[in-house]
């Protein structure tokens, strides 16, 4: 029994079929865990989606910036960029079946070792603010939303860079735009979380008076380990507390498992070289 983190695939499916292969995955045997972006800038995203199905169980997706955009596109609520390669999905004859599935992701996802260590999972990052528990109920907030009768109306309001700020105090659709915020879109913030999306270098390139989410001073997550994707800039980061799992594949980069033992600091990395879909820019 194996268990692997995958970040950002955007579409890629051939990428992840050759990454599947090399780690001889077993869908009886092993657990993948996918770290949101599972679609879009790459030319297979549906294909993404059917073979992440057909694997069951085994696989466990959580939500990205790019895989919200996809239901807020599907549902009216945003129109298609132009570097967008979501017309497979909408336009499939399994469209509902897709989005559908979708929704039913998470923001979030955690992991504990026998020997007690927790491992969260997101797409882009934490607040300093955050705990471990935080992280995971206000992600279950957002769950919720796109559970239900509200799904429409939670995307309607989920665009917007504002509050770029945590606060406890904030309610309605402006606490729900903070965690999506924080937990796909965010690379730099200040001291104090306050959020800012214009910036996307790497992480030595921190605009004046900011820093990477996980070099904020007193993050109360400091202590657990964390697996995010969502900076390719970034590149892989393999720390004792951090996994960086965005490699870039979708830009001509490597496709990236992390397989982790029972201690997660049992690590084996495992890549494949990717064809460019998009050039940056």
Known sequence: MSTYLIGDIQGCDHALQRLLQQISFS?????????????????????????????????????????????????????????????????????????????????????????????????????????????????????????????????????????????????????????????????FCSANGIMDFESSESADAAPEGLMPWFECPGRKTAQDIIAFGHWSTLGLMNRSHLMALDTGCVWGGCLTAMEIGSDFHDRHIHQVHCEQAQKPG
């Open 27 to 187: 869908a009886s045997r092993d657990t993948l865990y996918l770290l949101g972006d599972l679609i879009n800038r790459g030319p297979e995203s549906a294909q993404v989606l059917r073979r992440c199905m057909a694997l069951g169980d085994a696989v466990k997706p959580l939500l990205g910036n790019h895989d919200l955009h996809l239901l807020a596109t599907a549902h009216g609520f945003r129109k298609p960029g132009k570097r967008d390669t979501l017309k497979n999905i909408l336009q499939a004859p399994d469209s509902g079946v897709l989005l559908d599935w979708v929704a039913q992701q998470p923001l979030a996802r955690s992991l504990e070792s026998s020997s007690g260590q927790r491992l969260l999972m997101v797409h882009a990052g934490v607040l300093p603010q955050w705990t471990f528990e935080d992280t995971l109920n206000f992600a279950d907030e957002v769950h919720h939303k796109l559970q239900g009768e509200e799904r429409n109306d939670f995307l309607a309001h989920m665009y917007g860079n504002l509050p770029n700020q945590w606060s406890p105090d904030l309610t309605g659709a402006d606490r729900l735009r903070v965690v999506v915020n924080a937990l796909t879109r965010i690379r």
